[in-house]
T-cell receptor, first 118, second 112 residues
Framework: GAVVSQHPSWVICKSGTSVKIECRSLDFQATTMFWYRQFPKQSLMLMATSNEGSKATYEQGVEKDKFLINHASLTLSTLTVTSAHPEDSSFYIC??????????????FGPGTRLLVL | AQSVTQLDSQVPVFEEAPVELRCNYSSSVSVYLFWYVQYPNQGLQLLLKYLSGSTLVKGINGFEAEFNKSQTSFHLRKPSVHISDTAEYFCAVSGTGNQFYFGTGTSLTVIP
């Protein structure tokens, strides 16, 4: 159990376009989902925390108008990169915490989405 | 605030040899510690976690880690590595907030 999927797994787009990435918890409900960004050979950096039915909480330095997060249900969160530019190219990973899970509860990670902006 | 330091960015080791990947943390509150593995172009998979109780934690794929509060460490060990263990390993800590703090990762390369 505790499977998280992401779609698409990779995407190539032109500069200036918007890209939507979906994160789904397949076999559990998640009140909280997290979006991370990972540059090559680097660690994961938390971008934002997404709570179902409320606005996302963004980490310092992350542009909320550029990285739109929607958590419409207990099993789905989306990240939209608006007006993407080459510097937005990265590996985006989501994670989810089970409904009722406390802060010490494991986060279950999706397989990641590789974004390349040309 | 919490932080994690992984002391070794790259660890080469021969197949069937033992390995230890080091992780040190800093925190002013009780912590919960995790080790994750990432294979190329994939997300993170949980290896093991320490929440409370026994300081020696056993995980999947033959890995184990020991929580040492006095040394603020959570080193990952495996007595005999396989080629398939070649991957990136991340240590992470969480406290009373939502955020996981990840180390910079250790690239384990198993040499045949």
């Amino acid at each position: 159990g505790a499977v998280v999927s992401q779609h698409p797994s990779w995407v190539i787009c032109k500069s200036g376009t918007s890209v939507k990435i979906e994160c789904r918890s397949l076999d559990f409900q998640a009140t909280t989902m997290f979006w991370y960004r990972q540059f090559p050979k680097q660690s994961l950096m938390l971008m934002a925390t997404s709570n179902e039915g409320s606005k996302a909480t963004y980490e310092q330095g992350v542009e909320k108008d550029k990285f739109l997060i929607n958590h419409a249900s207990l099993t789905l969160s989306t990240l939209t990169v608006t007006s993407a530019h080459p510097e937005d190219s990265s590996f985006y990973i989501c994670s989810a915490r089970k409904l009722g899970g406390g802060f010490q509860e494991t986060q279950y990670f999706g397989p990641g989405t590789r974004l390349l902006v040309l | 605030a919490q932080s994690v330091t992984q002391l070794d960015s790259q660890v080469p080791v021969f197949e069937e040899a033992p390995v230890e990947l080091r992780c040190n943390y800093s925190s002013s509150v009780s912590v919960y510690l995790f080790w994750y593995v990432q294979y190329p172009n994939q997300g993170l998979q949980l290896l093991l976690k320490y929440l409370s109780g026994s300081t020696l934690v056993k995980g999947i794929n033959g890995f184990e880690a020991e929580f040492n509060k006095s040394q603020t460490s959570f080193h990952l060990r495996k007595p005999s590595v396989h080629i398939s263990d070649t991957a990136e390993y991340f240590c992470a800590v969480s406290g009373t907030g939502n955020q996981f703090y990840f180390g910079t990762g250790t690239s384990l390369t198993v040499i045949p």
